[in-house]
């Protein structure tokens, strides 16, 4: 939750890969991909299916794929959500879209009920998964439950309620406010000097320099894309720069 001026940080929190935990029901596809949905076609075999199978299909769907949205999600349809469309009963064929999926790990496996822990970029949607796993092993499957446990560094042990929250200083909630430079310290960095601050507040940009690694990864090993560097003057967030050639070029302020 971004509040006041940190909410134009959004932006940058979608860089981080999310994690869930996923219950995948095997044997039954359906037109939503999850069990809100309609059942698809008849209901497959699945006590053929092997932890062995299943490990092996989680396995050919990590990495950098080409997901096909479901039918019934957020995407736009020749201008309107594919999930009005779709409740229109009009047949959908949404585009692939690039995805990449860090890891998936069988946790446990009580068939129908396969437990997966998920671990992808932003844009992936695991009741999406969930069908291609049921499609690879032939028996069909579709989302049972989801819970997302983390998004990069930041973990639902760390969560509040809504109504634990208050503002920053005030309350029991008061200290899970971080400032925004605290909030990105899974960012590289790089120290400003006063004169160097004042620069960059003013749209100028500044020699990379010591660009300093980042305190916490939101990502798995060998999984980070190139990021943005945090420019910080005394324990304050300035601005949020790019690297071009040997430079930092302010591109959102804080």
Known sequence: LCAGRATRLVRLFHLLPKRYEAEIVLGVETDTDDRTGEPRGSPRAWDVVTRADARLALEALTG???????AFSA?????????RVARSGRELELAPVPVRVHALELRDWEPPLARVDAWVSTGTYVRALARDLGR?????????????TAVGPFGVEEALAADELREPGAGRGGAAWRTPAAALDWLPVRALAAEEAEM????GAVPEGDVASPLRTGFPVGGEPALPVALVEAGRLVAVAERRGACLLYTSDA
């Open 200 to 203: 960059v507040s003013h749209g």
């Open 75 to 83: 995407k736009k349809v020749e201008g309107r959500r594919a999930h």
């Open 136 to 148: 690879m092993l032939g028996c069909g499957a579709h989302l049972g439950a989801l819970r997302r």
């Open 64 to 70: 950098e794929l080409m997901q096909t949205p479901p």
